[in-house]
Nanobody, 123 residues
Framework: VQLQASGGGLVQAGGSLRLSCTAS????????MGWFRQAPGKEREFVAA????????YYADSVKGRFTVSRDNAKNTVYLQMNSLKPEDTVVYYC?????????????????WGQGTQVTVSS
């Protein structure tokens, strides 16, 4: 599976961005998809995950109520809608795929990773 993330950019605090991650292959719906983020010198941090069917979603406390994860299995794409962005959301965001119905917030449990997309929130 190859993952291609896009949608990052520069936005003012309080603004919104939508990240997209498109996967190759024909078994996309079998993968739990996750979003992580990583600041320089820090460990990769869990942001959100969504089950293969899209019926169950999970969020880190730091983004709950502001970010929404969704997916379109017909398009092999997962999204991360980010609202009310804060300067501390400024990091590189990664999408990841886990061939399991069991979600996980540990980066090491994911099998495939996209290349990352930079989000910068100005104050």
């Amino acid at each position: 599976v190859q993952l291609q993330a896009s949608g990052g950019g520069l936005v003012q605090a309080g603004g919104s961005l939508r990240l997209s991650c498109t996967a190759s292959g024909r078994t996309f719906s079998r993968y739990t998809m996750g979003w992580f983020r990583q600041a320089p010198g820090k460990e990769r941090e869990f942001v959100a995950a969504i089950s293969g069917s899209g019926g169950t979603r999970y969020y880190a406390d730091s983004v709950k109520g502001r970010f929404t994860v969704s997916r379109d299995n017909a398009k092999n794409t997962v999204y991360l809608q980010m609202n009310s962005l804060k300067p501390e959301d400024t990091v590189v965001y990664y999408c990841a795929a886990k061939y399991s119905s069991i979600w996980d917030d540990r980066a090491a449990q994911y099998d495939y990773w996209g290349q990352g997309t930079q989000v910068t929130v100005s104050s």
